[in-house]
């Protein structure tokens, strides 16, 4: 909103730090994806959103490309604190409950974001060759499972001989469960229950032998 | 072929029974899928692959939205033969390989087909009033999932006092990992091991207790 009556009335602005123009233009690309989806991310829909002309958001992210690979860390960083928020949480002592936890974090993560969740998953937009920073952030993202995964083990909730093994089989759960959700594919009355069953089959079937 | 050439040379054409021109409009519809991926897949691709006008494509097929239905009918009902045929393997007269060889077939089918798969379960074509024709090859192709998962339980390989609740995640298992390994998301060295494996945790999570 400041930046907005900032570009209109350009006289009276004093500098802006280049870093607060920054998370400005990144809070009005992620409003623009929560209001119109992956498909009305623009260009000129986020600088309209922030007030400013469309070459100011070439200038600061370097366009569209640079748009969604923003978009993308601030996504994968959202959902690796929400994880390991999850499974720190102090009202769950044991471990089980903490891993559970962290399975439901999953779900409510992308049922609070599915426009997020769409691109950091769904393709819904094409990025094909994300940068160095993106892959580093998404790497830290399943870098908080692997670790869960870890803790849980040691602690012996389940069995993890090969944690990355554990980790992409629990991803594959989740992810599935969630994307059927998303799309109004969950046939069953209660798709909480359902999850909350389906994670409960998680941990028996990796509970150790 | 032989349509496309009758199409260039009308005078020389007998009349086609209408049940063949559709089917071969339907296999050029396949073939325009396969090789251009959902995003190709218009009237003109498909009447220009058949040899016949646009017009006939509408005509015969009701346009975009009857092209896409009537492939979707064919990507549910050759899922839901894999799926029923890998149940019934003969090779495999346990139940618990059945099983097994059932979850594997999902794999296969999605990875032997992924423009199929991306049009039934990823969204890949906005298809979001489906016709009861649809529906009902969907329900048939998730309800030999449900036939296997009381089969299976019927021979104590798994519990499933609620076959839905057990059927619906079975599927957001095998659908993550399919979905994840179609967008180059698995990350441990080798996903056939990892969905042989996780198969397996599914198995003895579902397992009678």
């Given at each position: 909103m400041m930046v907005r009556m900032s570009e209109a009335i350009p006289?009276?602005?004093?500098r802006t730090p280049s870093a607060d123009v920054e998370r400005e233009l990144l809070a009005a690309a992620e409003a623009v994806l929560v209001r119109e989806g992956p498909a009305g991310l623009t260009v000129r829909a986020v600088a309209a959103e922030a007030g400013i002309a469309p070459m100011g958001v070439y200038n600061r992210l370097g366009g569209k490309d640079g748009l969604v690979e923003a978009l993308l860390i601030k996504g994968f960083d959202r959902l690796r604190v929400s994880l390991e928020e999850a499974f720190a949480a102090?009202?769950?002592?044991?471990m089980r409950g903490r891993f559970i936890s962290c399975g439901l974090a999953y779900r409510r993560f992308a049922l609070a974001n599915p426009h997020f969740y769409a691109i950091m998953f769904e393709d819904?937009?094409?990025?094909?060759?994300?940068?160095q920073e993106v892959h580093d952030h998404a790497a830290a993202c399943f870098g908080a499972l692997v670790r869960a995964v870890e803790m849980s083990a040691a602690a012996g909730v389940i069995a993890a001989p090969d944690p990355l093994e554990v980790a992409q089989q629990i991803w594959s759960a989740v992810h599935g469960a969630v994307a059927l959700e998303l799309k109004g594919l969950?046939?069953?009355?209660?798709p909480e229950y359902t999850y909350q069953a389906f994670i409960a089959t998680l941990i028996r079937g990796l509970a150790p032998r």
């Open positions: 006289a009276r602005r004093g102090a009202g769950e002592p044991a819904a937009i094409l990025h094909e060759h994300d940068s969950v046939l069953t009355p209660d």
